[in-house]
């Protein structure tokens, strides 16, 4: 399985990206699709996911501002970020698990996001 990030630059805080994660599988063979973020000498955090079902779950410093979502006749997730900050500066993992609960088994390369002030 692969899955290829893409969409990460540079922008002004307030602005907008969308991040892409396409995978080289149907993405209903996963049970769970997300994404996360790692900045420079932190560790690697939650920030949003989907389930096969379509639910979603959004860690508190990004709800109401991100936006995941899947296309599934193209195999992709995305993840709209908007009125970003500088503190969402970070490389951007997108993750997928066959099972709810289980670890995050199938991993991205990341993209990298730059929010300057």
């Known amino acids: 399985v692969q899955l290829q990030a893409s969409g990460g630059g540079l922008v002004q805080a307030g602005g907008s990206l969308e991040l892409s994660c396409a995978a080289s599988?149907?993405?209903?063979?996963?049970?769970?699709m997300g994404w996360f973020r790692q900045a420079p000498g932190k560790q690697r955090d939650l920030v949003a996911t989907?389930?096969?079902?379509?639910?979603?779950n959004y860690a508190d410093p990004v709800k109401g501002r991100f936006t995941i979502s899947r296309d599934r006749a193209k195999n992709t997730v995305y993840l709209q970020m908007d009125s970003l900050k500088p503190e969402d500066s970070a490389v951007y993992y997108c993750?997928?698990?066959?099972?709810?609960?289980?670890?995050?088994?199938?991993w991205g390369q990341g993209t990298q996001v730059t929010v300057s002030s």
């Open positions: 993750a997928a698990r066959s099972i709810l609960s289980s670890p995050w088994r199938y």
């Open positions: 599988r149907n993405i209903d063979d996963f049970n769970g």
């Open positions: 989907i389930t096969r079902a379509g639910n979603t």
